[in-house]
């Protein structure tokens, strides 16, 4: 088969070439030939889970003893998964449930309908895939539409789909909801490392921003050969992901843990941004989204990073003699992240002292 360009390829979508059945998958997708790292199915695979309703009672300075030990969990899961599925926080199972049915709705439309929203093969907003990567780097079986929603006078609203109707309402209040989370979130973190709970908050700055990616990942006749999104660590301060099917899977011990499917839960992850401000207590772990041959699968992901141009560095009271400082201080960090990540590369080493 003749081989096509990357740029071509990229203006092309996955769901759009596996309707028109053209698979196999072309070469530049093919990046699983001979992984043989160990998978973890769902079943078996002990993601932590976290039941924010313990921390919202948060203004009390001294916690019960249930708040304490959910800290402490908080605390271990962040150290050595870097991610847990959070519980309790306050979004209904409707709302949820809400959200995944209006983005598989979205991306059943027909081609032409998303493609009013499309990005150019440069640019991040919009519908589309993401740039095109450094050469050499492996395609990614899936489509998004990436938006940035806080800053609110950020928000380009030409890239907003206006079908189905209630997306732009429901992306409204799930992003209002997502935000209240991540303070009752950001406050535990704090705590459970013994510091002043608005630490991480004041990090982030009061223009912190927040990105919503819808991702739909196509069904392929060949799971074994591609990957939805390939192997990555997050350059937020740090993301949540709403599923409907299981595909992503977090690098620990080096194996590939499949994070099980909890209608109720979200995933909480930590990005490099969280690795930094915790002088490295907390993980920034590396993860990837598999495909299936039966069914697509979709995730409402929120990038949650400090505001631009905001210097941040690890918290002076997470370094001592024994924690000596790893980080410098840092700003525009995801700027420096991106550049790797098209590389297939971490940045994380370049904020190293
Ligand atoms: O779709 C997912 O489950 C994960 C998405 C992800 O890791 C990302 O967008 O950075
Ligand atoms: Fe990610």
Redesign the pocket.
């Given at each position: 088969m003749a081989e096509v360009p990357t740029e071509i390829l990229l203006s092309k979508r996955v769901q759009e070439m596996v309707l028109n059945d053209e698979e196999p998958p072309p070469t530049p997708y093919i990046c699983r030939d001979g992984d043989t790292v160990e998978e973890v199915s769902a079943p078996l695979s002990l993601v932590p889970i976290i039941d924010l309703s313990l921390f919202s009672s948060s203004s009390s300075s001294t916690p019960c003893t249930k708040q304490q030990e959910e800290l402490e969990k908080l605390r271990s899961a962040l150290s050595s998964w870097g991610c847990f599925q959070a519980i309790g926080h306050g979004i209904s199972s409707e709302f949820l449930d809400k959200i995944r049915q209006v983005t598989r709705e979205y991306f059943e439309q027909p081609m032409e309908e998303k493609k009013k929203h499309a990005k150019g093969v440069e640019e991040f907003e919009g519908y589309g895939a993401d740039p095109v990567p450094a050469a050499g780097q492996f395609l990614d079986w899936s489509d998004r539409l990436y938006l940035q929603v806080y800053p609110k006078d950020q928000r380009k609203l030409v890239f907003w789909p206006e079908r189905p109707e209630s997306f732009r309402g429901i992306l409204e209040e799930y992003s209002l909801k997502t935000k209240i989370v991540t303070e009752i979130v950001s406050k535990a973190m704090a705590k459970s490392l013994n510091l002043e709970e608005n630490c991480f908050l004041n990090q982030f700055g009061e223009r912190s921003q927040y990105q919503a990616?819808f991702?739909y990942?196509s069904r392929c006749q060949r799971p074994d050969l591609v990957l939805?999104?390939k192997p990555?660590a997050?350059g937020t301060g740090y993301?949540t992901?709403l599923?409907d099917e299981e595909?992503?899977q977090v690098l620990k011990d080096e194996q590939w843990f499949t994070v099980p499917k909890l209608s109720e839960a979200f995933l909480v992850?930590m990005g490099d941004q969280m690795e930094i401000m915790t002088n490295g207590i907390f993980k920034s772990p590396v993860?990837r989204?598999v495909t299936s041959s039966e069914r697509e699968r979709i995730?409402v992901?929120v990038?949650y990073t400090p505001e631009v141009n905001k210097e941040f560095g690890p918290e002076d009271d997470l370094i001592n003699e024994e924690r000596p400082r790893l980080f410098k201080k840092v700003k525009d960090y995801a700027d420096t992240h991106w550049g790797y990540y098209q590389q297939g590369q971490r940045a994380l080493h370049t904020a190293k002292v």
């Open positions: 990616r991702n990942y939805g999104l990555h997050d993301t992901i599923q595909g992503l992850l993860h989204v995730s992901v990038f």
